[in-house]
């Protein structure tokens, strides 16, 4: 799984961005890739999916969120059973 921010992505703010009105933490949608990469234009959508805003901001401002696991889980070795005792005497 890669670390590099992809077009659709799905994406938090790592920081507040007052002059938006944008909170550390909220979710949005890169919708376009500005600059080579150095920049990223995000949408940002209510419930009903619609736009509130959209601005273009630097990838330091930004962290992809993932739905699966980063690899396939492993499953721990099974344990052996320990032996039952009565506690009746």
Partial sequence: MSDAIQLLDVVA???DIPDYGLHRGQVG???DILADGQAFEVEFCDRQGRTYESVGLRPDQLMALHF???????????EPALPVR????
């Fill in 13 to 15: 703010l790592t920081a």
């Fill in 68 to 78: 699966e696991p980063a690899s396939p889980p492993t499953k721990p070795a099974a």
């Fill in 29 to 31: 949608t890169v919708v």
């Fill in 86 to 89: 009565s506690s009746a005497r």
